[in-house]
């Protein structure tokens, strides 16, 4: 038998000369099942003549890693329709993995959208058409693609047709089941059975409703794939076909009449899919209202002309006019003109952000009222709105590690509850003796009650609302397993600089010593305002910010790692540190040693000030706390986490501010390649880690904590490392993304208790446990109506958290969700 061979091409980055060609080619060569490989270090391909009877892509991919090397990946977001229950989203994940060529697929039903990460040069966008719509379901474009305005047309297309077809369905159906029940005067005077006037009357109605259900069940089958769809045709599709036997009196008997009970159960279903489409619909308005954000148009100043152009032909550099109630077009910075930016959609801040020359401003907030010229600096994709947009979305398609319990659950659902509707079938007419039409009534009855749907929604809509609910209170939280991770948090783990602190030094303490407080920061203002250093601006900051009077000064030296000197009014001014005075014999008076030491005990560096020869006075710097770090770390203490404090800085300083903040556990004098390390003998403990931090040497740090919680006010780096960003700069929003977390979470383990508690009372119900002891069945109709509550009601509970505050949050949230926000 001759060996089978299949060739790929492998797109592949970090090669650097022809030496990691040879690398590659050699690694790839090494393995029995692979019989060519030739790089092309000019395209960064490869090419893999391979046996896919013994390996897979994955493997040579791999092999390509363990070689130090990478395979770059496309990744895709595909809107899909026609989904209808959780083993719906399994078929087409399974048909989309079977393409050669494609890594990963993960389908959201919430959502309606498929995740793809696959080869380019082995699958192209119309493989992945094909192998959806094989599946029986219907591609509607890559996301990009389809336009808010088109889905939202197609989404009100849908839920038309099927407000049509059961309105239908139940306008037929009613009317024969009062029938069924009292009875119609004249009805025996008919010229032709009434079984066969309600298959006259049925027939055309049955078809109109329940077309889409056999469809999809015809297209499920063809997949050798078992779907609710199957269960809900093979449920009303009995009692439909059992009705004309029994009207032709072929097998069964006229008493066999179902007819109101198909078209009514086809009716149910329909309703059923009608209010979980709606509600679905919702899960994701977070995401719509962050696309609503984005402004159509710009006005573009271009030759000293203003001209309006779509945001799209906007180009960096352009210079753009923002009128008051405009939404600022892209990213850029203010080059002319005031105002006030609310930024409330995207940081979540009610207060607006006074915004002149030289500010930074973000597209799709709101200009309030002056006018601004803003130079455009990041444009498309690149813009802040849209990279929120891209990781919300990425977010809201991921999966939990719970979420498998569901997956698990759908997989073994519909083949055991077929197995106990025939089993319940035989038992009633065959064990039990009862007649053929009441065991015919509980095999529909199981059929159509039971469905994974609640099951497979539980997950998905809880994940999609919770993380679109975070990106509106300013928390992106990247992925669903960090939601998980978050609630079982039992440490959270603080960079100090940045973090904790502002991370620049302010002034805390002005001690003067023969002159007034006021006149001693006038000069030393007048001195530093010549100097580059961090503590010198400080001071120039505190003497702005209090209004003091600063006079000018002249013949300023600086005096590396010392201190300054200038002449101010006449006066040589000295300012430094103790062993800069003692060079220049400026002797310290007594009185002063014991408020020098209070100071830096308290982790504040004292700069010393000399005026005409004598000691003038101490102004202290620090490296004050953000208003909100003394909050937030109790609030993380009182919900029973462990608090710890990771710093570079000396014992004294990192003791001071963790005394303040009310930290114990102090990790001082840490290098930054060793946080990461700090973080990991915590796991070793048993710990699960939250790491809080802001720069780039927090990231090792970052990755390293079971959950990573990035400053976005940070570096790119520290915000790429982090499994959630907050968007403000606020350390409440810390706090807040865990009791986020834990809302979620608890609102999935309901979602889940209420999905399988539905389906383990009623499918025993439907079964006709209660009927020997109470005489109590369950109609088919119930049953459809059981069905559709069941998903409409774990739907309806995610939703729940569209509206809910953090705790960390109420005070704030409450006041701008009054603002509309």
Same mark, same amino acid.
């Not at 919770?466 to 992106?476: D, F, K, P, S, T």
């Not at 590396?560 to 009014?569: H, L, P, Q």
């Given at each position: 038998?001759?060996?089978?061979?299949?060739?790929?091409?492998?797109?592949?980055?970090?090669?650097?000369?022809?030496?990691?060609?040879?690398?590659?080619?050699?690694?790839?060569?090494?393995?029995?099942?692979?019989?060519?490989?030739?790089?092309?270090?000019?395209?960064?391909?490869?090419?893999?003549?391979?046996?896919?009877?013994?390996?897979?892509?994955?493997?040579?991919?791999?092999?390509?890693?363990?070689?130090?090397?990478?395979?770059?990946?496309?990744?895709?977001?595909?809107?899909?329709?026609?989904?209808?229950?959780?083993?719906?989203?399994?078929?087409?994940?399974?048909?989309?993995?079977?393409?050669?060529?494609?890594?990963?697929?993960?389908?959201?039903?919430?959502?309606?959208?498929?995740?793809?990460?696959?080869?380019?040069?082995?699958?192209?966008?119309?493989?992945?058409?094909?192998?959806?719509?094989?599946?029986?379901?219907?591609?509607?474009?890559?996301?990009?693609?389809?336009?808010?305005?088109?889905?939202?047309?197609?989404?009100?297309?849908?839920?038309?047709?099927?407000?049509?077809?059961?309105?239908?369905?139940?306008?037929?159906?009613?009317?024969?089941?009062?029938?069924?029940?009292?009875?119609?005067?004249?009805?025996?005077?008919?010229?032709?059975?009434?079984?066969?006037?309600?298959?006259?009357?049925?027939?055309?109605?049955?078809?109109?409703?329940?077309?889409?259900?056999?469809?999809?069940?015809?297209?499920?089958?063809?997949?050798?794939?078992?779907?609710?769809?199957?269960?809900?045709?093979?449920?009303?599709?009995?009692?439909?076909?059992?009705?004309?036997?029994?009207?032709?009196?072929?097998?069964?008997?006229?008493?066999?009449?179902?007819?109101?009970?198909?078209?009514?159960?086809?009716?149910?279903?329909?309703?059923?899919?009608?209010?979980?489409?709606?509600?679905?619909?919702?899960?994701?308005?977070?995401?719509?209202?962050?696309?609503?954000?984005?402004?159509?148009?710009?006005?573009?100043?271009?030759?000293?002309?203003?001209?309006?152009?779509?945001?799209?032909?906007?180009?960096?550099?352009?210079?753009?006019?923002?009128?008051?109630?405009?939404?600022?077009?892209?990213?850029?910075?203010?080059?002319?003109?005031?105002?006030?930016?609310?930024?409330?959609?995207?940081?979540?801040?009610?207060?607006?952000?006074?915004?002149?020359?030289?500010?930074?401003?973000?597209?799709?907030?709101?200009?309030?009222?002056?006018?601004?010229?803003?130079?455009?600096?990041?444009?498309?994709?690149?813009?802040?709105?849209?990279?929120?947009?891209?990781?919300?979305?990425?977010?809201?398609?991921?999966?939990?590690?719970?979420?498998?319990?569901?997956?698990?659950?759908?997989?073994?659902?519909?083949?055991?509850?077929?197995?106990?509707?025939?089993?319940?079938?035989?038992?009633?007419?065959?064990?039990?003796?009862?007649?053929?039409?009441?065991?015919?009534?509980?095999?529909?009855?199981?059929?159509?009650?039971?469905?994974?749907?609640?099951?497979?929604?539980?997950?998905?809509?809880?994940?999609?609302?919770?993380?679109?609910?975070?990106?509106?209170?300013?928390?992106?939280?990247?992925?669903?397993?960090?939601?998980?991770?978050?609630?079982?948090?039992?440490?959270?783990?603080?960079?100090?600089?940045?973090?904790?602190?502002?991370?620049?030094?302010?002034?805390?303490?002005?001690?003067?010593?023969?002159?007034?407080?006021?006149?001693?920061?006038?000069?030393?203002?007048?001195?530093?305002?010549?100097?580059?250093?961090?503590?010198?601006?400080?001071?120039?900051?505190?003497?702005?910010?209090?209004?003091?009077?600063?006079?000018?000064?002249?013949?300023?030296?600086?005096?590396?790692?010392?201190?300054?000197?200038?002449?101010?009014?006449?006066?040589?001014?000295?300012?430094?540190?103790?062993?800069?005075?003692?060079?220049?014999?400026?002797?310290?008076?007594?009185?002063?040693?014991?408020?020098?030491?209070?100071?830096?005990?308290?982790? #504040?560096?004292?700069? &010393?000030? %000399?005026?005409?020869?004598?000691? @003038?006075? =101490?102004?202290?710097? *620090?490296?004050? $706390?953000? !208003?909100?770090?003394?909050?937030?770390?109790?609030?993380?203490?009182?919900?029973?986490?462990?608090?710890?404090?990771?710093?570079?800085?000396?014992?004294?300083?990192?003791?001071?501010?963790?005394?303040?903040?009310?930290?114990?556990?102090?990790?001082?004098?840490?290098?930054?390649?060793?946080?990461?390390?700090?973080?990991?003998?915590?796991?070793?403990?048993?710990?699960?880690?939250?790491?809080?931090?802001?720069?780039?040497?927090?990231?090792?740090?970052?990755?390293?904590?079971?959950?990573?919680?990035?400053?976005?006010?940070?570096?790119?780096?520290?915000?790429?490392?982090?499994?959630?960003?907050?968007?403000?700069?606020?350390?409440?929003?810390?706090?807040?993304?865990?009791?986020?977390?834990?809302?979620?979470?608890?609102?999935? #383990?309901?979602?889940? &208790?209420? %999905?399988?508690?539905?389906?383990? @009372?009623? =499918?025993?119900?439907? *079964?006709?446990? $209660?009927? !020997?002891?109470?005489?109590?069945?369950?109609?088919?109709?119930?049953?459809?109506?059981?069905?559709?509550?069941?998903?409409?009601?774990?739907?309806?509970?995610?939703?729940?958290?569209?509206?809910?505050?953090?705790?960390?949050?109420?005070?704030?949230?409450?006041?701008?969700?009054?603002?509309?926000?």
């Amino acid at each position: 038998m001759p060996e089978e061979k299949r060739k790929a091409e492998l797109k592949i980055s970090g090669m650097h000369c022809a030496s990691c060609a040879l690398n590659i080619e050699h690694a790839l060569r090494g393995r029995d099942d692979v019989y060519d490989a030739r790089v092309n270090l000019a395209a960064e391909t490869a090419i893999v003549e391979y046996d896919p009877t013994k390996a897979s892509l994955a493997d040579l991919e791999r092999t390509v890693g363990d070689a130090g090397y990478e395979v770059v990946h496309n990744e895709v977001t595909v809107r899909i329709g026609g989904m209808v229950c959780a083993s719906c989203a399994q078929v087409i994940e399974a048909s989309l993995t079977a393409l050669d060529g494609v890594y990963e697929a993960r389908v959201n039903l919430a959502t309606e959208n498929a995740y793809i990460v696959y080869n380019p040069a082995l699958v192209t966008a119309s493989d992945i058409k094909t192998a959806v719509e094989d599946a029986g379901y219907q591609y509607l474009g890559l996301e990009e693609e389809v336009s808010e305005d088109v889905e939202a047309r197609m989404r009100e297309e849908d839920l038309r047709d099927k407000f049509r077809r059961f309105t239908v369905g139940f306008a037929v159906s009613i009317p024969l089941f009062l029938y069924m029940l009292f009875g119609m005067p004249g009805a025996a005077a008919l010229p032709v059975s009434a079984n066969l006037l309600m298959l006259i009357i049925t027939a055309p109605v049955f078809l109109y409703v329940s077309a889409s259900i056999f469809r999809a069940a015809v297209a499920a089958l063809r997949n050798r794939a078992l779907t609710m769809d199957v269960m809900y045709a093979m449920g009303i599709g009995v009692a439909y076909g059992a009705s004309i036997l029994g009207t032709f009196e072929v097998v069964l008997t006229p008493e066999f009449n179902f007819y109101d009970t198909a078209v009514m159960l086809a009716a149910f279903l329909t309703l059923g899919r009608y209010l979980e489409a709606r509600a679905k619909g919702r899960t994701s308005e977070a995401i719509k209202n962050l696309i609503g954000l984005r402004p159509r148009a710009a006005t573009v100043i271009r030759d000293g002309r203003e001209i309006e152009v779509p945001v799209e032909d906007v180009v960096v550099g352009d210079v753009l006019l923002v009128r008051p109630g405009e939404k600022v077009p892209v990213d850029g910075t203010v080059v002319g003109g005031e105002s006030s930016v609310d930024e409330s959609m995207i940081t979540g801040e009610p207060i607006p952000a006074d915004k002149q020359e030289g500010d930074e401003v973000v597209g799709g907030t709101l200009n309030v009222n002056g006018v601004l010229r803003v130079r455009a600096e990041k444009i498309g994709k690149d813009m802040v709105l849209a990279q929120i947009i891209r990781l919300v979305r990425d977010a809201q398609g991921s999966k939990p590690p719970v979420e498998r319990i569901a997956d698990v659950a759908v997989s073994y659902f519909i083949p055991v509850v077929l197995a106990i509707a025939i089993a319940a079938f035989l038992v009633w007419y065959v064990g039990l003796g009862a007649s053929l039409l009441f065991s015919l009534t509980v095999l529909i009855s199981i059929l159509v009650v039971a469905c994974p749907c609640a099951l497979g929604l539980a997950t998905p809509t809880a994940v999609t609302v919770g993380i679109g609910r975070g990106a509106e209170l300013g928390v992106l939280i990247r992925n669903g397993e960090a939601l998980e991770i978050s609630e079982r948090l039992t440490a959270v783990v603080f960079d100090k600089t940045g973090t904790l602190t502002r991370g620049r030094p302010d002034v805390t303490d002005v001690v003067a010593f023969g002159m007034l407080e006021d006149r001693l920061l006038s000069v030393a203002a007048a001195v530093e305002r010549n100097s580059e250093h961090p503590l010198g601006a400080a001071v120039v900051r505190r003497a702005e910010s209090a209004g003091v009077a600063v006079s000018a000064s002249e013949r300023f030296t600086a005096f590396g790692g010392r201190g300054v000197s200038a002449v101010v009014e006449g006066k040589e001014v000295l300012i430094g540190n103790r062993s800069f005075l003692d060079e220049y014999h400026i002797r310290i008076p007594s009185e002063a040693e014991g408020r020098i030491t209070a100071l830096q005990d308290a982790g #504040k560096t004292a700069v &010393f000030i %000399a005026a005409s020869g004598g000691f @003038a006075g =101490i102004i202290a710097v *620090a490296d004050t $706390l953000k !208003p909100t770090t003394k909050g937030a770390v109790a609030e993380l203490k009182r919900m029973g986490l462990s608090v710890t404090m990771i710093t570079g800085d000396n014992e004294r300083t990192a003791n001071a501010i963790a005394r303040e903040v009310g930290i114990d556990d102090v990790h001082a004098g840490v290098l930054p390649q060793d946080k990461a390390r700090e973080v990991r003998s915590l796991q070793e403990r048993g710990e699960v880690v939250a790491f809080v931090g802001d720069g780039i040497n927090d990231a090792p740090a970052l990755a390293q904590a079971d959950v990573g919680i990035a400053i976005g006010s940070g570096t790119d780096v520290a915000i790429e490392s982090g499994d959630i960003v907050l968007i403000r700069d606020d350390l409440t929003d810390a706090v807040a993304a865990i009791e986020l977390s834990r809302k979620v979470m608890s609102r999935i #383990k309901q979602n889940l &208790f209420w %999905a399988f508690a539905y389906n383990a @009372a009623l =499918i025993p119900l439907a *079964a006709g446990v $209660l009927y !020997p002891s109470f005489g109590i069945t369950f109609r088919p109709e119930l049953a459809a109506l059981a069905m559709a509550l069941s998903s409409v009601t774990v739907v309806s509970l995610s939703l729940l958290l569209k509206t809910y505050i953090p705790p960390a949050k109420r005070g704030l949230l409450s006041e701008v969700d009054a603002h509309g926000s």
